[in-house]
């Protein structure tokens, strides 16, 4: 009953508060960012949801759009803004997704939306995290984030999948705003984020 019904009511009533009680960091941050990204604030981006449904993301954007003599974009670490940074270490880029919970192509609790690219890559086992709608935060998030192995965090989006219930997401909901606040798991050594999943990583 939760996972199917209850779930998705608590998530657009949590989205609409948050986006309310928000908004003057949004507006801040927006203004900041505007002015760091040559007038973009906001980074939209094709993901695949539930079942494999594709939906564009809105994120702040962190990163410029700076390129190399040869017209390439330079490399993540190199494009990240000083106020890039420090939304980014701060996770206050995930409050546009709010704006994806509430039109119900995401969750405040799932799997991480990743790239459509990624798609072909998974094996069945992999796929089932896309049998819920992914979330802003999730059981990955809150052990390990970033800094784990790709096998690691899909092992663990399958978990949630199999395990989602109302007291898995009042803990990773209440863990993740721990997480937060000591920065942990935000990029793996040597990435601004994390290496792209190629398959057998």
Do not use: C
Not at 21 to 47: D, E, H
Not at 63 to 73: P, R, T, V, Y
Not at 86 to 96: A, H, W
Not at 109 to 131: A, V
């Amino acid at each position: 009953m939760y996972k199917h019904f209850f779930k998705r009511f608590f998530d657009f009533i949590i989205a609409l508060i948050g986006f309310i009680v928000l908004s003057p960091i949004f507006i801040f941050v927006t203004i900041g960012l505007y002015f760091a990204n040559q007038g973009k604030p906001f980074f939209f981006q094709k993901r695949p949801g539930k079942n494999e449904k594709i939906f564009s993301i809105i994120k702040f954007k962190t990163m410029n759009d700076k390129k190399d003599a040869n017209g390439n974009l330079l490399s993540d670490a190199e494009r990240l803004t000083p106020i890039g940074a420090f939304v980014r270490k701060t996770s206050l880029d995930e409050i546009p997704q709010l704006i994806n919970v509430l039109k119900g192509d995401m969750a405040i609790i799932g799997p991480r939306p990743l790239l459509p690219q990624y798609l072909p890559l998974y094996s069945e086992s992999q796929k089932r995290r896309h049998n819920v709608r992914p979330g802003i935060t999730g059981w990955a998030q809150v052990n390990g984030r970033n800094a784990i192995s790709w096998t690691k965090k899909f092992e663990l989006d399958v978990w949630y999948v199999d395990h989602v219930s109302f007291s898995t997401d009042v803990k990773v909901f209440f863990t993740t705003f721990k997480k937060v606040f000591k920065s942990e798991g935000i990029s793996q050594d040597g990435q601004a984020t994390m290496e792209m999943f190629n398959g057998n990583n």
